[in-house]
């Protein structure tokens, strides 16, 4: 049941996390707070919108985690160019080898993808399950723990924040004149 689903909860942990071995860890933190709860499944609901609200919360954890915590580094590591070689380590690093990164490079126009990247995670969370994993209003609500109302009211401020930056893209490249309407 559980194991049919690990490519999607992959997917969605690497576009919201931006990085394959924090994807890793992340599906890896879901499927041990799976095992732990799975007495809380209830029976004839959707397994796939389970483990993606599983998903989302242990990403909004270790979210707040790492925004109180600073990075801790030995004295004896830094040198005269640590914070420049951390910057071109994470360029470099960021999306070597993964075979989806590429793939959605080729698919999807660096402006799209960092225009949703740039979007706040309440809105990019709401916009990837819908728009990305397909998942109906009522479960992105369930997965998310919030209204119903605040998942439409997300993905349509959402969408018109991702418009209104790729809108801005290419009128500042001379490919359209004026505003949206």
Sequence with gaps: MITEHLDGLYRS????????????????????RAWRSFHTFQEGTSARAWLHRILMNAHFDAYRKRTREPEVVDHEDVG????????RER?????????????????MDAEVRESLEALPMPFRAAII?????????????????????????????????????LWDFVRDRHLVKGDPK
């Design 13 to 32: 942990a690497l576009r919201l996390t931006r990085n394959r071995t924090a994807a890793e860890d992340l599906v890896q933190e879901v499927m041990l």
């Design 80 to 87: 005269d160019f640590y914070l420049y070689d951390r910057a």
């Design 91 to 107: 360029e470099t690093l960021g999306g070597a080898g993964d075979p989806e990164v590429q793939v959605l490079d080729g698919i």
């Design 129 to 165: 399950l819908a728009d990305v994993e397909g998942f109906s209003y009522k479960e992105i609500a369930e997965i998310l723990g919030v209204p119903l109302g605040t998942v439409m009211s997300r993905l349509s401020r959402g969408r018109h924040m991702l418009q209104r930056r």
